[in-house]
Each structure stands twice: as C-alpha cells, then as structure tokens.
C-alpha cells in the first residue's frame, strides 16, 4: 500500500496537470477525485484552485460541511476567487438558507459577470426565496451571458447545455408568477 501511495505521490509530481483534467471530463467518479485533490493538497496546502475544486466535489457529495471549509481556507487568501464565492453560494442553497445563497452569489456575479451557470444559481436562490421575479430577471441575465459565449465561440456544446436548463428555468418561474398573485 505504501508503495501505491509512494507511486500516485510521484506520479502527480510528474504529471500535475493530469489530476485537474479528471473530474470535469466526468470520467473519474466524485470519490475519486475527492481522494485525487486531497493527495494534492497534501504535496501542495496553498494551491486554491484544487481546494476549490475539492469543496465543489464535496459539495456535490453532499458534505456540506467540509465544502465549507475548504471554500473558506480558500477565501482566507483569496477574498476575491470568483470559483470561491460561487461554490459557497451553491452550498448555502443546497442548505435552504436562500439569503446568504444570494449574498455569495452576487458577490460572485461581482467578481466575473461572464458565467452563465452563476446566474442560473442566483435565479434559483431567488426562487427559494420566493422572489420570483427577480429570479426571472436572474434566468434572463444568464442568457444574455449564454448567447454572448455562444457568439464568441466559448464552450459551445457546454454553452447550449446551459442554455436549455436557463430556458427551462425561466419557463418554470414564469408559470409560477401566472398562478400566484403578480410574484413577490
């Protein structure tokens, strides 16, 4: 076991760019690369990218917890990490706590503006919140960044993906603002 360690450790010295390439393809499941940024981290404590990274996987295995952590020993260094602000925001809405969601959220939006997924994040916190017509106007943002990323060529089949979850979001709160009183 020693030696397996011993050989990951050096391979990853190696090849480090190898480890940030896993988890994104989708190749490597979320325990994986839990274990994979955690190896790293242990060579490398200040690199805030894959500290990033792990509180994502973290948060997407539901440990919420330690995602916070992470994100936060992030911001310690770098208040103003666009990646940072997003996954906290995540995590405050994965925790029902649509305020602060909002708050992370538009910091981030602050930070990088061009991002269309964190618009997306917004648009539902808002909705928890029961403010859906600033979600709508949140959605619509998302897609004004979409089709601008979509012209300039940027990640086009990502960008199509997330064009069809803003649209079918924006399509969800409308029908919502029809059936209560106006929206609130």
Same mark, same amino acid.
Request: hydrophobic fraction near 40%; charge should be positive.
């Given at each position: 076991? $020693?030696y397996?360690?011993s &050989?990951?450790? #050096?391979?990853?010295?190696v090849? /480090?760019?190898a480890?940030?390439?896993? /988890?994104?393809?989708?190749?490597?499941?979320?325990?994986?690369?839990?274990? *994979?940024y955690k190896?790293?981290l242990?060579?490398?404590?200040?690199?805030?990218t894959t500290?990033?990274?792990l509180?994502?996987?973290?948060y997407r295995? =539901?440990? #919420?917890?330690?995602? *916070?952590q992470?994100?936060?020993?992030? &911001? $310690?260094?770098? /208040?103003n990490?666009?990646?940072?602000h997003?996954?906290?925001?995540?995590i405050?809405?994965?925790? =029902?706590?649509p305020?602060?969601?909002? +708050?992370? #959220?538009? $910091?981030?939006?602050?930070?990088k503006?061009?991002?269309?997924?964190?618009?997306h994040? &917004?648009g @539902?916190?808002?909705?928890?919140?029961?403010?859906?017509?600033e +979600? *709508?106007?949140?959605? %619509? %943002?998302g @897609?004004?960044?979409?089709? %601008? #990323?979509? %012209?300039?060529?940027? =990640?086009?089949?990502?960008?199509? *993906?997330?064009? =069809?979850?803003?649209?079918?979001? @924006?399509q969800?709160?409308?029908?919502?603002?029809k059936t209560?009183?106006?929206?609130?």
């Open positions: 076991m $020693k397996f360690i &050989l990951c450790i #050096l391979a990853l010295l090849v /480090p760019h480890v940030y390439a896993h /988890p994104e393809t989708g190749l490597l499941p979320d325990a994986i690369a839990e274990t *994979e190896i790293v242990e060579i490398n404590p200040k690199d805030i500290r990033t990274k509180g994502m996987v973290l295995k =539901n440990k #919420l917890k330690e995602a *916070e992470q994100v936060s020993e992030v &911001l $310690k260094s770098a /208040p990490d666009f990646d940072a997003d996954v906290m925001g995540l405050r809405l994965k925790e =029902n706590k305020a602060e969601a909002i +708050a992370w #959220l538009k $910091k981030a939006i602050a930070l503006n061009e991002d269309t997924m964190v618009h994040s &917004l @539902l916190a808002f909705e928890q919140a029961g403010q859906y017509r +979600a *709508e106007a949140s959605y %619509r %943002r @897609l004004e960044v979409n089709d %601008r #990323l979509l %012209r300039k060529g940027t =990640n086009r089949e990502k960008e199509k *993906e997330r064009r =069809n979850t803003l649209l079918s979001a @924006l969800g709160v409308q029908t919502r603002l209560s009183r106006g929206g609130i």
